[in-house]
């Protein structure tokens, strides 16, 4: 092999002369060594967000605004990396130029890999360059994180020098089986020996939850971590064996599946790859449409802090923060009877009309949001133009799509580049929608095989032609499925063509209809329906496990896995966790009648209980504010509840788990709705006046202390 080749050619006790080559000898070896390289990949050789890769590097997609490759290159470039190359297989050209209109701190060189097909195959080309000097990081050009790479390289580099056959070591990041920023169907299983945190077993594929373990490392490793709470972050420490192993073994393409596996079940060759597990920080991966939305949200809560819009580190933006996670650049005009509620950032030029109402979502530059259009999880790229009530419900919009009024885009769908659709139509969950398909398209696909028998459906549409384009959605696995899904919800059939009258192409535009009926989905206040199911799921669970004495994190895990399961609001799994703590109270309350105090007393003791993880639950003040929003639901559903809504405000207040701006953040949108007509609204406010006023009051009486 390549590495026995290197170890024949230089024999213990004999160096290297490069004096003859003019290389300077060994200076120039110990300068070379100091110098860190770094190879990143732009391509993730996946399909789970065409049709907007087919002309269009993924890397150069927008996240919040910037192309999500300068993420990476922020966080290579603060690391101390001082040469990268960047592996391209497709669109080549659109990454290179990119590159060179940044202002870079390393050196960057592209190496374009057309012939590649997978990770292995662009990493055995930049082998064989031979450019690769010393031990390097390898990254996907996808990658957000705010950690530190120096504490990960010092420890690389001490376990190598105490023993060369330690080859890699893999960043790893605590993040439970069904976290958001997860892969779609990832399920690893991974054993690490505790003391020396070397890497014994990745399972990416793990039997009903089982992996095997042969006895030899039982014997050589006495203590063990057995997890599964642990996700790859795609960002390693690699030495060049990692290349002449990946050259020996011309089959493996992905890292994950095929080089760690290989490597941990080769005992022979006995190379040794170690782990450094994060738990502060903050690293993910944008594999699908799911952690796209997830990672954007996480950013915009501020998870990847010092690496947070208004900061303005990643690109040529000039975002500003305000309450409740609202991100602004320059020239912004928001009518003022138009509501942007939480959790969104807008680009600079973006114009929203009145009556309008954005929630949860990443508006381009230069967009156009006319009079009482409403957007929720939504991702709206640079140059679009939305119409007067305009619905667009968790989909992503791409650069200059044109929406006419009364449009409806429900759930996950994705609207390709200058995509224009006419007034009044509606566009089913799922979609996917491109321009054109020209013949190069067509060829492309053809040949991967990606979207054979793929039912194409013209749609006329203003001043051009739509395709419906769902490829590779029509016969994926219901594992896959949510990974296509911006917010994964329960499965729908794919639009498709039919001989009826149900869906049908005219001159007015897209007329499709719901596979699930006409009921439009209230991302905002869910389903009476949806409610009612996972409410009762979560009042069993409660019930059952505080009667059986359960451990009450072993509970909070399993009323976790339920809101995902679910995919229910935040507010909403609070307002059914409060309503079973209610109900299990003795006596509980009765609704018109003050709650006696046994009926306090007891509901004291319960909540003593589950104090640490209410409070694990509310350490933002986003997450405070939702914790009210979802006790005043409670209220507003059952009313009985109406009588301990006062107590309990006081109660998280006075337990320091709810602080006094989240309480005035939530009074000032209840206050809202109220005024909106919410008469449940009003009664809430009402129970919840006199502690209000207090906080007020002694906010008002600090600001005079300070004053004097």
């Given at each position: 092999s390549l590495r026995f080749l290197r170890q024949l050619t230089m024999p213990k006790g004999k160096k290297k002369d490069n004096s003859k080559k003019g290389g300077g000898g060994e200076g120039d070896m110990l300068k070379r060594e100091n110098v860190l390289q770094a190879v990143l990949l732009a391509d993730s050789f996946k399909v789970f967000f065409r049709p907007l890769t087919l002309d269009s590097p993924k890397v150069l997609l927008p996240l919040l605004n910037v192309p999500m490759i300068n993420y990476t290159?922020?966080?290579?470039?603060?690391?101390?990396?001082?040469?990268l190359f960047v592996l391209c297989s497709a669109h080549a050209t659109q990454v290179e130029n990119h590159l060179k209109d940044m202002n870079l701190s390393m050196k960057v060189q592209v190496v374009r890999c057309e012939n590649s097909f997978n990770e292995g195959d662009a990493l055995r080309h930049i082998a064989q360059m031979r450019v690769l000097k010393s031990d390097f990081v390898l990254i996907g050009g996808d990658v957000v994180t705010n950690m530190s790479l120096k504490s990960v390289l010092a420890g690389h580099k001490a376990r190598r020098k105490q023993d060369r056959l330690n080859i890699m070591t893999?960043?790893?990041?605590?993040?439970?089986?069904?976290?958001?920023?997860?892969?779609?169907?990832?399920?690893?299983?991974?054993?690490?020996?505790?003391?020396t945190k070397q890497l014994l077993v990745y399972d990416c594929d793990p039997d009903d939850c089982k992996t095997k373990l042969e006895v030899s490392t039982i014997i050589e490793h006495p203590t063990l971590e057995f997890r599964m709470d642990l996700m790859d972050t795609s960002i390693y420490i690699c030495g060049l064996d990692v290349l002449d192993l990946l050259i020996e073994n011309?089959?493996?393409?992905?890292?994950?599946?095929?080089?760690?596996?290989?490597?941990?079940?080769?005992?022979?060759?006995?190379?040794?790859?170690?782990?450094?597990?994060?738990?502060?920080?903050?690293?993910?991966?944008i594999q699908d449409p799911k952690s796209y939305h997830s990672i954007s949200q996480d950013i915009i809560r501020r998870w990847t802090y010092p690496m947070v819009p208004e900061f303005n580190l990643v690109g040529n933006t000039s975002f500003g923060v305000?309450?409740?996670?609202?991100?602004?650049?320059?020239?912004?005009?928001?009518?003022?009877?138009?509501?942007?509620?939480?959790?969104?950032a807008i680009g600079e030029g973006t114009q929203i009309g009145p009556s309008c109402i954005v929630e949860g979502c990443v508006i381009g530059r230069n967009v156009i949001i006319q009079e009482g259009a409403q957007l929720r999880n939504c991702h709206v790229w640079d140059g679009c133009r939305i119409g007067k009530g305009a619905k667009i419900e968790e989909s992503l919009l791409a650069q200059g799509v044109i929406l006419g009024s009364d449009v409806t885009v429900s759930s996950n769908c994705i609207l390709g580049c200058k995509l224009e659709v006419k007034s009044g139509v509606h566009v089913?969950?799922?979609?996917?929608?491109?321009?054109?398909?020209?013949?190069?398209?067509l060829d492309e696909i053809e040949e991967e095989e990606i979207v054979a028998e793929s039912k194409k459906k013209g749609i006329a549409c203003t001043g051009t032609q739509a395709y419906l384009y769902n490829g590779e959605l029509e016969d994926i696995e219901d594992d896959d499925y949510k990974a296509y899904c911006l917010v994964p919800k329960e499965r729908v059939e794919w639009p498709e063509e039919d001989d009826d009258d149900e869906d049908h192409i005219d001159n007015e535009g897209i007329t499709f209809e719901n596979p699930q009926g006409s009921d439009r989905i209230d991302s905002k206040n869910n389903t009476t329906g949806d409610y009612k199911g996972f409410e009762k799921e979560m009042v069993e669970t409660l019930h059952r496990g505080i009667k059986e004495k359960l451990d009450v994190e072993a509970i909070s895990l399993e009323t976790s896995s339920l809101k995902l399961t679910h995919h229910t609001l935040l507010q909403d799994y609070y307002s059914a966790a409060f309503y079973a703590f209610f109900s299990l109270s003795s006596p509980p309350p009765v609704e018109g009648k003050k709650a006696s105090k046994e009926t306090l007393k007891s509901l004291l003791g319960m909540l003593?209980?589950?104090?640490?993880?209410?409070?694990?639950?509310?350490?933002?003040?986003?997450?405070?504010?939702?914790?009210?929003?979802?006790?005043?639901?409670?209220?507003?559903?059952?009313?009985?509840?109406l009588e301990v809504f006062a107590f309990m405000i006081n109660l998280l207040y006075q337990w320091d788990i709810l602080e006094e701006e989240a309480a005035l953040d939530w009074e000032d949108e209840e206050t809202e709705r109220k005024d909106d007509g919410d008469k449940g609204s009003e009664r809430v406010l009402e129970r919840a006046k006199d502690f209000l006023e207090y906080l007020k009051t002694a906010d008002e009486e600090e600001d005079e202390d300070e004053d004097e």
């Open positions: 290159l922020e966080f290579l470039s603060a690391s101390g990396v001082d040469e893999a960043v790893l990041k605590s993040a439970e089986p069904l976290h958001r920023t997860r892969g779609h169907a990832d399920r690893s299983v991974i054993v690490i020996d505790s003391d011309f089959d493996w393409q992905d890292m994950q599946r095929h080089f760690l596996r290989g490597v941990l079940g080769d005992t022979v060759l006995g190379n040794k790859i170690h782990t450094h597990i994060l738990s502060g920080d903050y690293a993910a991966r305000k309450r409740h996670n609202i991100y602004t650049e320059r020239k912004v005009h928001i009518e003022r009877s138009s509501k942007v509620i939480c959790d969104s089913p969950a799922m979609s996917r929608l491109v321009t054109s398909l020209d013949q190069s398209l003593k209980v589950w104090k640490p993880i209410i409070t694990k639950f509310s350490s933002s003040q986003t997450d405070q504010k939702l914790m009210v929003e979802g006790l005043a639901r409670c209220a507003k559903r059952h009313a009985e509840t």
